[in-house]
């Protein structure tokens, strides 16, 4: 059962975040501080795990003074939100159409064989998900995959190999 | 070398800080507009320039402009859709990543234009390491009077911000980005109201594209008609085209609109011609959505004309026999893809895409996606070439916005022109998996 009190208590932002939020909410009128919640869901998930849970979105409507179903409908509506536990790293690669002329394809098998997962599943270590994301505009530099904020382009097997090498022993 | 102006300065060493844009001229035409045009002279000289949309569709942009309602009192908005997803399409993020403040400098005078006090720029949620480059760029504009209060003593008050998206093609759509800038699901709205009428906040607003809002610092620089003599006829200026696909050089061009498309692909200057000296198979003009075209219609029309890389020529021979410029998405495919493949694969993105608020668009995408991956997998049915064509026909102009013309249009123009590769994975379907079909045969016509 979802606990509304332990909710509030053990949910909060970092100071430096709340500045940041606070900040955030300014750049539209008052009353429209709704228009802020995109931004504050994908600092949510950066802060709360990778992931937003029920508690998370609750404690976002809390903070913008709007309904807990408004924070539900736009976070199941936008890809980049994770609605389930995550690994610590979430992979997003490109299997559109530019990418897959390039050799996606190939390279996604390379990724679920090395990782021993399917597209959507988490590594059993707990280090990685795999997600299969629609075109993230970089299709001249293809086969590429996303990590946090950053783009990995131009990908071969070799540098795959590389990257999920070194993630591993950061977060092991 | 053909004519550049969005990327005249674009490898200048430092040119996204703020004292390298400006020792390189930059905010110059803010000052000019600001001290000696009004509001209305700019909007003038863009509607003289003739430039038009550069994020697909290719309005007029000065007409666009010109539908901005301005009831007293209420305030209007200019929103910069930077929610770039169309596949194929990478322009965009070049620019804003190398020349922040060429967008922002664009912003400006065109806020001036329309009479907004705040303007957003809307950029898809995966492009956050740009949103952070943006608001840098901001921040200097702020620091050096470019926005604020009183810009520059001329009693011009502007405020600019940069917000997020989070992973969602159809936000692209202009009423869809302004439902998510307001905090929703990105869900089209019904037209009219124009947002030039009911916008955000059921405020007057403008969405325009962010090659089309840089475009206009070298026509408030330049004047209008100096802007208007760049290009071919109604295709006035030059275009950021991102090329990518089975080339030898993928990557973001400028050019000069009317320039061929044979000298694009083929030469050094541009695409480099295809990989690893293949054959040309089909060529995606200008971004996923619009009609693809066989090897035999890519460089030249169907009357055997020149093709040229304009609003007009790509057109030419209307979707029987030609395509769009569309957002400038140039996808290119060798004589080894599938055309099933990849339609299939385009399909998958605009069920995956599909906001679900149509039952055309959001039913049809399905049974597209479903009905042309038994096909590519061998398991195709005689019936299903027409099945998906019926399918097709009935998403396109029944829905609310284009998402579902740009999910049926692919779909078409690949019957079209490859319905005999259609034919063939139904009729071999063990053979479809050991290999592709290759190049399509040229039809013969009877004179």
Redesign the interface.
Known sequence: MHNMETAESNIQFKPETLKEIDRIIK?F?EG?Q??????I??MAQEEFGNWLSVDVMDYVSRL?HIQPI?VY??AS?????NLNPVGKVVI?FC????C???GAEKILKHIQTSLNIKTGETSSDGIFTLKA??????????PML?IG??YYENLTEEKVDNLLLTLRTKHS | MGRKILLEKINVENIHTYDVYRKEGGYEAVEKALKKMTPDEVVEEVKKSGLRGRGGAGFPAGMKWSFIAKPEGVPRYLLCNADESEPGTFKDRYLMEKNPHLLIEGMILSSYALGCNTSYIYIRGEFMWILRILEKAIAEAYTNGWLGKNIKGSGYNLDLYVTPGAGAYICGEETALIESLEGKRGNPRMKPPFPAIKGLWQCPSVVNNVETLASVVSIVNNGGDEYAKIGIGRSTGTKLISACGNISKPGVYEIELGLSVEEFLYSDEYCGGIKDGKRLKACVPGGSSVPILPHYLVTKTSAGEQRLMSYESLADGGFATGSMLGSGGFIVFDEDQCIVRNTWNFTRFYHHESCGQCSPCREGTGWMEKVLHRIENGHGHKHDIDLLWDVQRKIEGNTICPLGDAAAWPVAAAIRHFREEFEWHINEPVKCLEKNYGLVKEPVLAI
């Not at chain 1, 709704?34 to 931004?39: G, H």
């Not at chain 1, 299997?95 to 530019?98: F, I, K, Y």
């Open positions: 750049q009128p429209k709704k228009s802020a919640i995109l931004r869901l994908h913008l408004e409908e736009v509506f936008y890809s980049m939100y997003e299997h559109t159409g530019p897959c002329l390039v994301a629609e075109c993230l505009g970089a299709c001249g530099y293809g996303q904020e950053t």
